[in-house]
């Protein structure tokens, strides 16, 4: 809660002031699909994800005006040296099939590469989706349409 609520709360306390002052700008936030969909055993993360995502809408809303724009992205798994060092600590010896049944877990078969989450971050930042404002976008690879 202190990292993904009040750190996000934190930064944009900070800087929707600058943003003005500058005429206005861009806010993207990360939030997670836990936010829209819960996930098992993870409770406080997905509550404070969920929280992530209110508080891009309610900026978005709050600061049209301003010529601020905020969204954020949802990714689901993304293959980073966290999830290799939990993969390590959690399972000893069985690291590729459990890195496997994650992936696995994708409908598309995979997890999301850092860079997939930075070209999606570029485009919401640049002037060519200026005309998005208060959006949520699932980075999952079907995760949260398909697996129904």
């Known amino acids: 809660m ?6 996000v709360y934190n930064c944009l306390h900070a800087a929707i002031p600058l943003i003005k002052e500058n005429g206005g700008g861009v806010i993207l ?3 997670s699909i836990a936010a829209t969909i819960g996930i098992p055993d993870r409770f406080a ?3 404070a994800k969920g929280a992530v995502l209110t508080m ?18 949802s990714p689901a798994r993304v293959h980073t040296p966290f999830v290799d060092g939990y993969l390590a600590k959690n399972y000893p010896g069985q690291e590729a099939e459990m890195y496997e ?7 598309i078969g995979r997890m999301a590469e850092p860079v997939e989450v930075a070209y999606l971050a570029l485009f919401l930042c640049s002037d060519e989706a200026g005309f998005i404002t208060g959006c949520d976008y699932p980075l999952d690879g079907g995760f949260t349409r398909l697996n129904n």
């Open 2 to 7: 202190n990292i993904n609520v009040k750190g």
């Open 29 to 31: 936030n990360m939030a």
């Open 45 to 47: 993360y997905s509550t």
């Open 56 to 73: 891009t809408l309610a900026t978005a809303k709050d600061y049209l005006k301003q010529n601020i724009r905020c969204n954020c992205i």
């Open 101 to 107: 049944k994650l992936a696995q877990t994708q409908p």
